[in-house]
């Protein structure tokens, strides 16, 4: 969503010329980006189905009374703890070191793209004020907000469940900390 408001205030009449002077000619403008987690599918990260194609590891099978935890502070997929010792929503064959094994003939029941990850939220704002001083000459002094609330924004987790960091959000940030310009142009 963008949007763009030219401020009502002291916009016309004489009797409070010093007044609209001050607090007229204000815009506010600015931009809403919302949407929700993207997908993503959980793999086993080793060649469980047995074909040999490193490329793309097989599913593990869907277990619909495991255990899949949440992120604790947000409540959605940014982070996720899932047991890879059968009990979890998620289960592939471990061997006899506790590691995947690579022993699922035909692969997993899990469907692609059964999660979403974090959902995605930005908003940007400007204030500008502008003053005239003839009909030719304006001074526009304006401040522009990138990532007002200052939201994180984060990447889907890793998902593969052969790694270290299975559940954990180890991505670059896609938004980070607010930023803020203060700017003024002359017109003439």
Sequence with gaps: MH?????PWFSSGRAHEA?????????????VDAQSGQPF????????????AT?????PNYNPGGILTK??????LRTFVIPINGT?????????????????????NLGRNTFRG???????????????????????????????WNHRNFQNPVAMMSSPAFGQNTATLLTDSRQIMLSAKVKF
């Design 41 to 52: 599918t959980i793999r086993t990260g080793v060649d469980t189905v047995g074909t040999f």
């Design 88 to 108: 979890g929503i998620v289960t592939a064959p471990l061997g006899q070191n506790g590691i995947l094994a690579n022993s699922m003939p035909g692969g997993g």
């Design 55 to 59: 490329a793309f590891p097989g599913r």
């Design 118 to 148: 974090p959902s995605f939220q930005n908003w940007n704002f400007a204030l500008m004020k502008k003053i005239s001083f003839k009909e030719s000459r304006q001074l526009q002094i304006r401040g522009d907000f990138a990532n007002l």
């Design 19 to 31: 007044l609209g002077r001050i607090f007229g000619s204000w815009q506010i403008s600015g931009s």
């Design 71 to 76: 992120d604790p502070a947000t409540g959605d």
């Design 3 to 7: 949007y763009l408001y030219e401020v």
